[in-house]
Nanobody
Framework: QKQLMEFGGGSVQPGGSLRLSCQASGFTFNMYTMSWYRQGSGKERELVAAINGAGHLKNYADSVKGRFTISRDNAKSTVYLQMNSLKPEDAAIYYC?????????WGKGTLVTVSS
């Protein structure tokens, strides 16, 4: 079946870096727009970054521009989120999402904590 599995969450100090990965299976990965969303404690889920199927169109939330980079490797069916200069307000559960036409697939999320 269609699945997304996130990896790479953890605890980091402010100013640190983490790289999240999302492994896809069960669907034609390069046809899907891939996104990272996050949901902080007591907050609504928000879009962090998105990348189109070919990997040449990207967009970012204003709050992460210049700090986060989304990328994908279609040969590995994997999307990445490189997070640098992390701030306490970046702490959240990060979710991977895949969309193509009416198909909308979510991963279970990975927790990122940012504290000193």
């Amino acid at each position: 079946q269609k699945q997304l599995m996130e990896f790479g969450g953890g605890s980091v100090q402010p100013g640190g870096s983490l790289r999240l990965s999302c492994q896809a299976s069960g669907f034609t990965f390069n046809m899907y727009t891939m996104s990272w969303y996050r949901q902080g404690s007591g907050k609504e889920r928000e879009l962090v970054a998105a990348i189109n199927g070919a990997g040449h169109l990207k967009n970012y939330a204003d709050s992460v521009k210049g700090r986060f980079t989304i990328s994908r490797d279609n040969a590995k069916s994997t999307v990445y989120l490189q997070m640098n200069s992390l701030k306490p307000e970046d702490a959240a559960i990060y979710y991977c999402n895949a969309v193509f036409n009416v198909m909308n697939i979510w991963g279970k999320g990975t927790l990122v904590t940012v504290s000193s």
